[in-house]
């Protein structure tokens, strides 16, 4: 679920995202259903693109007017604190913080078995070089 964030000053900067608690987080985004339908069809394909795995926030600027989208940043380790989007935009989807945990850690699991699967070591035989 597409979030945004209205900054408390002119940049969503340290003092207004972490001091000031002003500024204020927007779920969901204010976006047409098509806008909001090809930023989620970016963010996949970013994603997708690096192999990224589990959790990651797919971060995008949009301009007024014209709404061009521009991609930011794939942010592989998103907040988990009590302003943090990650989790507000899970909640907002429908899965709440403990859901969410279980879901990540589940990944994990999986993640872990198919690295595994794809895991091959070589042992020589003892003292082949000796017969």
Known sequence: MPGEIIP????????????DGKSTPVIPARLGALLARKIREIAVR???AIDCAGM?????????????????????????TA?????????????SF???LDRLILL???????????????SPAKDWYRS
């Open 46 to 48: 970013a994603y997708t």
């Open 108 to 122: 994990a699991i999986q993640r872990h078995g198919e690295m595994n699967a794809r895991r091959t070591s070589y």
């Open 8 to 19: 408390s000053n002119e940049f969503y900067d340290y003092d207004a995202k972490y001091v």
């Open 56 to 80: 990651a926030r797919v971060d995008f600027f949009v301009t007024k007017g014209k709404a061009k989208v521009y991609l930011n940043e794939v942010n592989t380790i998103p907040g988990f």
């Open 98 to 100: 403990s859901g969410l």
């Open 83 to 95: 302003i943090s989007m990650y989790p507000k935009m899970w909640e907002a989807a429908g899965l």
